[in-house]
């Protein structure tokens, strides 16, 4: 059984997804050990409440200090003893302490196909204003391992997604979520139970 931790901001609809596919049997041996959000009011911990699952939340708020913060986050999930951590929408650049404790056991869902409209100030509907101002007619979304760098790591999976005439940024967000985030991302951790269980 691959244990895993997800971290949100939001909504919370990529974490619907995991849940939705674990429910259904797509996504097998994957348990969801705990739900840790940065937002008090991320709509994403009543989505995990309103399954029983654990769901936290760390508050850079709730700190004087930067470090203490990054202290408690690590604490928060070293406490859920995952196997890996999924970043769904968790819009906090993740801090040293956090990589270095679970090197290579981090997937980030990132809204557009890296090394397209990525990196630092890309997130959220920012990443679809910057594709629809380009006048791209191909966009998607990417998981990928998190390492130092703001959305630098190996690529586990991508999936395009057509940008349609009149588009907005909305509406974009909306099919790249439908067509490529909900699916890639609950494949991506099936991939990676599938090869903890060879292992
Ligand atoms: C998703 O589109 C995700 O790809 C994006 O935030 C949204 C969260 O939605 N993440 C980033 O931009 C990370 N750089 P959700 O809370 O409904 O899953």
């Known amino acids: 059984?691959?244990?895993?931790?997800?971290?949100?901001?939001?909504?919370?609809?990529?974490?619907?997804?995991?849940?939705?596919?674990?429910?259904?049997?797509?996504?097998?041996?994957?348990?969801?050990v705990r739900v840790i959000s940065n937002n008090p009011n991320a709509y994403a911990l009543e989505r995990a409440r309103n399954e029983g699952i654990?769901?936290?939340c760390v508050s850079p708020k709730s700190f004087s200090t930067r470090d203490e913060f990054n202290s408690a986050l690590l604490d928060s999930l070293n406490e859920a003893k995952?196997?890996?951590?999924?970043?769904a929408?968790?819009?906090?650049v993740i801090p040293k302490n956090v990589i270095e404790a679970y090197r290579g056991r981090i997937i980030n869902i990132h809204p557009s196909l890296i090394p397209s409209f990525c990196g630092t100030g890309y997130y959220g509907l920012k990443v679809h204003e910057a594709a629809l101002q380009r006048g791209v007619k191909i966009t998607g979304a990417t998981v990928h391992y998190v390492d130092e760098?703001?959305?630098?790591?190996p690529i586990i999976m991508q999936k395009a997604v057509e940008v349609k005439e009149g588009d907005t940024p909305e509406i974009l967000q909306r099919r790249?979520?439908?067509?490529?985030?909900?699916i890639i991302l609950p494949e991506s951790i099936g991939?990676?139970?599938k090869e903890t269980e060879k292992k």
């Open 176 to 182: 790249v979520m439908e067509q490529a985030e909900w």
């Open 54 to 56: 654990d769901a936290v």
């Open 89 to 92: 929408g968790f819009l906090v």
């Open 149 to 153: 760098g703001t959305d630098t790591g």
């Open 191 to 193: 991939l990676i139970a």
């Open 82 to 87: 995952p196997d890996l951590v999924v970043l």
């Open 1 to 32: 059984m691959l244990k895993i931790a997800v971290c949100v901001s939001g909504g919370g609809t990529n974490l619907q997804a995991i849940i939705d596919s674990i429910k259904s049997g797509r996504l097998e041996n994957v348990e969801i």
